[in-house]
């Protein structure tokens, strides 16, 4: 709840920066990125490894709010797509609009990818964005991207 002054102190503090409050935006800090999903919903993204550390300090400093922290590390995959024409490569299989004025890094969104459903967000202005997918459909969306890039010399990492 945003109108909670205790959540929101509580989540700053423990993400070392304010949960993003505007619809489809990312923040960064730290090794964190915070996605913005939903009103009352955010996507934590941490460096490998402190998923539980995060979890636990997330847990602690929302103590006494109404929340739920869930680790779902195990559930996604996060692959990079980066260089000139990675914005022409997502567009391949992606119909949301993300030429340079509709959508900037700190910009994220929920959708499709070559038909798999993906949260993704653009990190700089390369453009890179980095694409969580499902576990299951990463090897099928790796290929695709894959192969959707190979005309243009595109970077496509895991």
């Given at each position: 709840?945003?109108?909670?002054k205790n959540f929101l102190a509580g989540a ?31 996507l934590v993204v941490t460096e490998p490894g ?109």
């Open positions: 709840d945003l109108d909670d700053t503090k423990a993400l070392g920066m304010a949960p993003p409050i505007a619809p489809n935006t990312a923040a960064s800090s730290s090794g964190l990125v915070v996605i913005w999903t939903a009103p009352d919903e955010w402190a998923e539980s550390a995060v979890e636990a300090t997330l847990v602690r400093a929302l103590n006494g709010t109404h929340h739920a922290v869930t680790d779902t590390s195990d559930h996604s995959t996060i692959i990079r797509l980066s260089g000139a024409a990675a914005r022409t490569v997502m567009a391949k299989g992606c119909a949301l609009d993300l030429h340079i004025r509709a959508f900037r890094p700190g910009d994220a969104a929920q959708s499709h990818l070559a038909r798999a459903l993906v949260t993704f967000w653009q990190v700089d202005e390369a453009p890179t964005y980095d694409i969580l997918v499902v576990s299951s459909f990463a090897a099928y969306l790796w290929a695709w991207l894959v192969d959707a890039s190979l005309e243009f010399g595109v970077r496509v990492e895991a």
